[in-house]
């Protein structure tokens, strides 16, 4: 049974009425944000940029949203447009369609031109993010041990000190990793019993650190701060409290770091124990399997 016409005009009027509501709800919450909650939402959530890889991930990330909403938009508006236009008037049946070719291939050629896209891309920034310039070696090394359930970091054949230092952590005392901003960092990433995973969010970059097989990457910190560090690969019972700080400092500061600890007597490389919490020399200063 149709409408009565005079159904429609309270109908417009509380339409527009919603419209309106709607409208002044989106104003509001936007009017509420501050400059920092419009940051956040340029970068699609993800934390500010902290080092020089960082930037391809945010690129790749804010792209992908943008192509994704125009295809909702798309979507959304032909939804609209359907519900609007081939509503039902009458108890007439709509005439069916079968094996629409043009639109079959469409729905079918769409989706693939859309990932063949997005993996292009994606392959680019990866290799962008992964590139080593072997006529440039980092100026700083570090060894990272990723172990149930802590991390131990080895800073490797310091000029300015003469030797190698160490720093460790336990799940119930987080390692702190220093790096000298502005200077770029090569990560050794190694692991003595299961596969855990280096990530640092703020760096919009982790990768998996394997038992077995060494990992490596490089990348140059671009501001001063303290930023946090996890485990992003479920890795046993204390997964959730392998957690570590990172440092980034002056090239003065981070030297100085280094000093403290071969003070302390961390001297030497420590390849890790079979389990941080009860690693030999965390609390001692003589790592297992170290040497000086």
């Known amino acids: 049974m149709r409408s009565n016409a005079g159904d429609r005009g309270p109908r417009r009027v509380l339409g527009r009425i919603g419209a309106a509501l709607l409208l002044g709800l989106v104003a509001v919450a936007a009017s509420g944000c501050s400059a920092t909650d419009i940051d956040t939402w340029k970068r699609g959530g993800l934390p500010a940029p902290a080092s020089d890889r960082a930037t391809h991930v945010l690129s790749l990330w804010q792209g992908a949203w943008i192509a994704a909403l125009a295809v909702g938009v ?30 079959e291939i469409l729905y079918s050629a769409v989706p693939f031109v859309i990932i063949a896209v997005l993996f292009i891309f994606t392959v680019r920034d990866q290799n962008a993010i992964l590139e080593v310039d072997p006529d440039k070696p980092p100026t700083n090394t570090v060894n990272v041990i990723g172990q149930q359930w802590g991390w131990t970091f080895n800073y490797l054949d310091n000029p300015e000190i003469g030797e190698t230092v160490w720093e460790a952590g336990t799940p119930d005392r987080n390692a702190h990793l220093y790096l000298p901003v502005g200077e770029t960092v090569g990560f050794r990433l190694n692991s003595p019993d299961v596969i855990h995973s280096f990530f640092v969010p703020a760096f919009l970059f982790k990768l998996d650190v394997i038992p077995g097989k060494e990992n490596y990457f490089e990348l140059t910190p671009t501001k001063e701060g303290t930023f946090a560090g996890k485990c992003a690969e479920l890795c046993g019972t204390y997964h959730a409290r392998m957690l570590f700080t990172v440092h980034v400092v002056s090239k003065e500061e981070y030297i100085a770091h280094l000093e403290g600890l071969e003070a302390r007597g961390q001297t030497g490389e420590n390849t890790g124990g079979a ?10 200063g003589q790592p297992e399997g170290a040497s000086k």
Request: net charge positive; glycine share 4%.
């Open 74 to 103: 798309i979507v959304w508006g032909l939804i609209i447009w359907a519900v609007i236009a081939y509503r039902r008037r009458d108890d007439s049946v709509p005439p069916q369609t079968r094996y629409h070719l043009p639109i």
């Open 275 to 284: 389990h941080t919490s009860t690693q030999v020399g965390v609390e001692t």
